[in-house]
């Protein structure tokens, strides 16, 4: 199975309508990478992923290899510190060895990182949230909501 991506006029204007409410510096570092993608970087198609509230569940992202040129993550509730974590499966989370690991500790704290040529991941993309860096305590109405920027492997 592969990732539906669309096209990448559409996915920017997807994208530009998710962040108005956030941070200018939110803004600006997408405006960067979409000037990079659109200029230098072959213009790729691309699939907006947005994600609820992150729990010890497994949220998938992508459930076939892919790239992943941003994530955008928004903290929610209280200021329980929360891990989000991305994990490089299709199916599955972990718990201590995530590929990748947002921390945030204070409400309404949003967090941008962004990979212009894609961070490739060879399985897929399942996230989570929990409250501790290594282990699998749900972060539950803590954590962070958001959305993946992601393309064809």
């Given at each position: 199975?592969?990732?539906t991506t669309q096209d990448p006029i559409l996915a920017w204007?997807?994208?530009?309508?998710?962040?108005r409410n956030l941070k200018p510096y939110i803004q600006s570092?997408?405006?960067?990478?979409?000037?990079?993608?659109?200029?230098?970087?072959?213009?790729?198609?691309?699939?907006?992923?947005?994600?609820?509230?992150?729990?010890?569940?497994?949220?998938?992202?992508?459930?076939?290899?892919?790239?992943?040129?941003?994530?955008?993550?928004?903290?929610?509730?209280?200021?329980?510190?929360?891990?989000?974590?991305?994990?490089?499966?299709?199916?599955?989370?972990?718990?201590?060895?995530?590929?990748?690991?947002?921390?945030?500790?204070?409400?309404?704290?949003?967090?941008?990182?962004?990979?212009?040529?894609?961070?490739?991941?060879?399985?897929?993309?399942?996230?989570?949230?929990?409250?501790?860096?290594?282990?699998?305590?749900?972060?539950?109405?803590?954590?962070?909501?958001?959305?993946?920027?992601?393309?064809?492997?």
């Amino acid at each position: 199975m592969a990732i539906t991506t669309q096209d990448p006029i559409l996915a920017w204007q997807r994208i530009a309508n998710s962040v108005r409410n956030l941070k200018p510096y939110i803004q600006s570092e997408l405006n960067a990478v979409k000037s990079y993608l659109v200029q230098q970087g072959g213009n790729p198609k691309l699939l907006v992923v947005p994600f609820s509230i992150l729990s010890d569940s497994e949220t998938v992202i992508s459930d076939v290899a892919c790239k992943l040129y941003g994530v955008v993550l928004v903290k929610q509730g209280a200021a329980t510190a929360t891990f989000s974590k991305l994990t490089d499966s299709a199916t599955t989370s972990s718990d201590a060895s995530s590929e990748l690991r947002f921390w945030s500790n204070a409400v309404g704290q949003e967090q941008i990182a962004t990979w212009a040529q894609g961070l490739p991941f060879a399985s897929g993309i399942t996230m989570q949230g929990n409250t501790t860096a290594n282990g699998g305590t749900t972060s539950g109405a803590n954590a962070c909501l958001g959305f993946c920027i992601i393309g064809d492997a």
